[in-house]
């Protein structure tokens, strides 16, 4: 059984997630998303999905982005 590198639960179904930054191994796609996807510049938010991306950042919605623009 592996371990979930998230939640530390132990589960037999585990999988591994191949990446730039190195390998992690998680026992649901809950723990996976909540360790790899993007957080937006804005909110903090997990971004799944396309996402908005401006001037190097992502954003989770264009009202994030343009919230974003407007404080700088």
Known sequence: MARCDVCGNEYEHAFT???ARGDGVFDCFECAIHA???RCAHCGCT???H???RGGQVYCCPH???QAEQAA
Do not use: H, R, S
Request: charged share 5%; hydrophobic share 45%; with cysteine.
């Open 17 to 19: 997630v191949q990446t």
């Open 51 to 53: 996402g908005v991306g």
């Open 64 to 66: 994030c982005a343009d």
């Open 36 to 38: 790899l996807a993007p």
């Open 47 to 49: 971004v799944i999905g």
